[in-house]
């Protein structure tokens, strides 16, 4: 999972946690989804895939064309960090975050690294996380990807 | 690798490997598949650099398909977002 770093420079950007709702629809090939992440990248901006929320991603977009691929795409952006669910202690944490939160394990581990490491999560479904971020001792950082216009 | 396909001189490292891969890698070379282990090696990075660039121009011929002004609506809400959790705004605005 993700840990937070001192920063090495003047700045560095807080990492983005991606949730399952955006990597569905980059899997899904949202133009404007894509080209919002590829403006992050191009600024710089870190973008974490968590491996589960793929892997739940893919599990949506079964049968799409291409959703493994554009996934791929993302994840050799510049900035782009795929975290793996690595050891036991990993495993211990996602499953806790399971049962406090009742989030499937996909977005469990975006909840868990968000948790661990202090850092937002960008997603489109912001309801979905209003009560497992309130189960969390301390509330996670949600930041909902949206048109305000729409 | 293509013979020739790589005018660059090789590089030595060192690196450390799970058995089975290693043993597959010396299993191609024993069949007569591959030259040697480092070409293996060499061949496998070779072949995930090209998968990794065709996915990421797919991804970048999406991103072309975009709509400009609502990503830019998106980025200044994401950003609004970002300042009411005491973060630093995406510098893609």
Same mark, same amino acid.
């Given at each position: 999972?993700?840990?937070?770093?001192?920063?090495?420079?003047?700045?560095?950007?807080?990492?983005?946690?991606?949730?399952?709702?955006?990597?569905?629809?980059?899997?899904?090939?949202?133009?404007?989804?894509?080209? &919002?992440?590829?403006?992050?990248?191009?600024?710089?901006? @870190?973008?974490?895939?968590?491996?589960?929320?793929?892997?739940?991603?893919?599990?949506?977009?079964?049968?799409?064309?291409?959703?493994?691929?554009?996934?791929?795409?993302?994840?050799?952006?510049?900035?782009? +960090?795929?975290?793996?669910?690595?050891?036991?202690?990993?495993?211990?944490?996602?499953?806790?975050?399971?049962?406090?939160?009742?989030?499937? $394990?996909?977005?469990?581990?975006?909840?868990?690294?968000?948790? +661990?490491?202090?850092?937002?999560?960008? @997603?489109?479904?912001?309801?979905?996380?209003?009560?497992?971020?309130?189960?969390?001792?301390?509330?996670?950082?949600?930041?909902?990807?949206?048109?305000?216009?729409? | 690798?293509?013979?020739?396909?790589?005018?660059?001189?090789?590089?030595? $490292?060192?690196?450390? +490997?799970?058995?089975?891969?290693?043993?597959?890698?010396?299993? &191609?070379?024993? @069949?007569?598949?591959?030259?040697?282990?480092?070409? +293996?090696?060499?061949?496998?990075?070779?072949?995930?650099? $090209?998968?990794?660039?065709?996915?990421?121009? &797919?991804?970048?011929?999406?991103?072309?398909?975009?709509?400009?002004?609502?990503?830019?609506?998106?980025?200044?809400?994401?950003?609004?977002?970002?300042?009411?959790?005491?973060?630093?705004?995406?510098?893609?605005?």
């Amino acid at each position: 999972m993700v840990s937070q770093q001192r920063p090495v420079s003047d700045f560095t950007p807080t990492p983005y946690i991606l949730d399952t709702s955006v990597l569905t629809d980059v899997a899904r090939g949202d133009a404007d989804v894509i080209g &919002l992440l590829q403006d992050f990248d191009r600024a710089g901006q @870190t973008l974490v895939v968590p491996a589960l929320a793929a892997a739940g991603a893919l599990l949506d977009g079964r049968g799409t064309p291409d959703a493994q691929a554009l996934l791929a795409g993302l994840a050799a952006f510049e900035h782009a +960090v795929v975290a793996p669910l690595d050891g036991i202690a990993q495993s211990a944490k996602l499953v806790d975050t399971m049962a406090v939160t009742g989030l499937d $394990i996909h977005d469990a581990h975006a909840a868990a690294i968000a948790d +661990v490491s202090v850092c937002p999560i960008l @997603t489109l479904r912001g309801g979905k996380w209003q009560r497992p971020s309130r189960a969390l001792d301390n509330p996670l950082r949600i930041i909902e990807i949206a048109d305000p216009d729409e | 690798m293509i013979p020739g396909m790589s005018g660059d001189r090789k590089a030595r $490292i060192t690196i450390t +490997v799970d058995p089975g891969v290693l043993e597959y890698a010396e299993h &191609l070379v024993a @069949t007569g598949k591959a030259t040697s282990v480092a070409a +293996v090696f060499n061949d496998a990075i070779a072949e995930k650099r $090209i998968t990794d660039q065709r996915a990421l121009a &797919l991804l970048r011929e999406r991103a072309r398909q975009a709509d400009p002004e609502r990503v830019a609506r998106m980025m200044r809400h994401v950003n609004r977002q970002l300042a009411e959790h005491g973060f630093p705004a995406a510098s893609g605005e």
